[in-house]
């Protein structure tokens, strides 16, 4: 099996900051890879996938970046309602694996 | 507009079973395959299953293989999870959720549309 780590586990910033998550898959998963965003009690949201697509309606200063095993995801300027945990998950093999997430909350 | 609506969560003793469904509205239901992903209280998400748009191929979890089993009803557009043997650990929010794209495979593309998840406890 496929296995996802994320660092950091946690991230405290304020509005404003610019904001890198890592994402490392255990083996190449070349660029099969999405980033979700999910807030308290509530379903997650794909924001990026294969790597670096942002999904249609998603705001541009999300970006995804990475290939084979080691992914980013940059949020550039963070608002107020990016304050959530955000998963990766390789879609490169089953069993589909997501990460262990990122929880972002306010500094 | 494109939905999904999961139902028949509750309380059930360990050893039962249960099965959930997930209602689709808004698309065409039987174009796309569908995954079951769960989310135990406090803690990460959890793949369990996938089903092909035409329900011939699938893929579990080993967390789940042999006990719980996927199915779908293209004519009513529903999903299924049969869950038997339910443990403690089985207690999450379970959700359903749509590939992204149309297609035999079931893999390169993500879950694009999710429900609200369905709650099951598992407890005596």
């Known amino acids: 099996d496929i296995q996802m780590t994320q660092s950091p586990s946690f991230l405290s910033a304020s509005v404003g900051d610019r904001v890198t998550i890592t994402c490392r898959a255990s083996q190449d998963i070349h660029t099969y890879l999405a980033w979700y965003q999910q807030e308290p009690g509530k379903a997650p949201k794909v924001l990026i996938y294969?790597?670096?697509t942002l999904k249609s309606g998603v705001p541009s200063r999300f970006s995804g970046s990475g290939s084979g095993t080691t992914f980013t995801l940059t949020i550039s300027s963070l608002q107020p309602e990016d304050f959530a945990t955000y998963y990766c998950?390789?879609?490169?093999?089953?069993?589909?694996?997501f990460g262990p997430g990122t929880k972002l909350d306010f500094k | 507009q494109v939905q999904l609506v999961e139902s028949g969560g509750g309380v059930v003793q360990p050893g039962r079973s249960l099965r959930i469904s997930c209602a689709a509205s808004g698309f065409i239901f039987g174009n796309y395959a569908m995954f079951w992903v769960r989310q135990a209280p406090g803690k990460g998400l959890e793949w369990l299953a996938v089903?092909?748009?035409?329900?011939?191929?699938?893929h579990y979890a080993d967390s789940v293989k042999g006990r719980f089993t996927i199915s779908r009803d293209n004519s009513n557009s529903t999903l299924y999870l049969q869950m038997n043997s339910l443990r403690a650990e089985d207690t999450a929010v379970y959700y359903c959720a749509r590939r992204s794209n149309t297609g035999i495979t079931l893999l390169w593309d993500p879950m694009d549309v999710w429900g609200q998840g369905t709650t099951v406890a598992v407890s005596s």
């Open positions: 294969g790597a670096s």
């Open positions: 089903l092909s748009y035409d329900g011939n191929y699938k």
């Open positions: 998950q390789q879609i490169h093999a089953y069993p589909l694996t």
